[in-house]
């Protein structure tokens, strides 16, 4: 069964620092572009960052650009978010999606940033 | 970047009635391999989203027939034949042709009347 499992989320203060991860199974996880999405409370979906199959092409939405860095380890079937500077609006549900089509959803890991 | 525009943002229907949900973008979404990647997402209460329809019109493993994807250049539609108590949730369309950033559109909420 193709499968993503986020993990990470937590309650941190502003300007604190956390690192999401998303453990991949049932798939070559190796094969595929890799995406990370967030929903905000009550808000839609909103793309974060998006990591080519071998980790050599990297984007990150506007907002986001010099704080958070997404990456991956292909032998850990693996793919990370690392977010640093957090800031309230940064307050969501984190999902990762396979693939630039998303094709298939995790169930989502809670970022809540407030102090 | 391109901007996605849904409406209705509300549709309220009746069991077994159709329901159309329209996504506009603000740029032609033809690639230049000559695809159009324009896919619609299901979201149920409580639950993760899950792809229906990729590249326009074509429905994923498992999407009931009754779901229909069609459009060209910037106008798309979703339709759902006969609407079913299982498909109350927020439909979002998403631009994967013209990137970064990839965007969705703001959501469509489906409830039953």
């Known amino acids: 069964e193709v499968q993503l499992v986020e993990s990470g989320g937590a309650l941190v203060q502003p300007g604190g620092s956390l690192r999401l991860s998303c453990a991949a199974s049932g798939f070559t996880f190796s094969s595929y572009w890799m995406s990370w999405v967030r929903q905000a409370p009550g808000k839609g979906l909103e793309w974060v960052a998006n990591i080519k199959q071998d980790g050599s092409v990297k984007y990150h939405v506007d907002s986001v650009k010099g704080r958070f860095t997404i990456s991956r380890d292909n032998a850990e079937n693996s793919l990370f978010l690392q977010m640093n500077s957090l800031r309230a609006e940064d307050t969501a549900v984190y999902y990762c999606?396979?693939?630039?089509?998303?094709?298939?959803w995790g169930q989502g890991t809670t970022v809540t940033v407030s102090s | 970047d391109v901007v996605m525009t849904q409406s209705p943002l509300s549709l309220p229907v009746t069991l077994g009635q159709p329901a159309s949900i329209s996504c506009r973008s603000s740029q032609s979404l033809v690639y230049s391999d000559g695809n159009t990647y324009l896919h619609w997402f299901q979201q149920r209460p409580g639950q993760s989203p899950r792809r229906l329809i990729y590249?326009?019109?074509n429905r994923d493993s498992g999407v009931p027939d009754r779901f229909s994807g069609s459009g060209s250049g910037t106008d798309f539609t979703l339709k759902i034949s006969r609407v079913e108590a299982e498909d109350v949730g927020i439909y979002y369309c998403m631009q994967g042709t013209h990137w970064p950033p990839w965007t969705f559109g703001q959501g469509t909420k489906v409830e039953i009347k």
């Open positions: 999606a396979r693939a630039l089509s998303m094709d298939v």
């Open positions: 590249k326009v019109s």
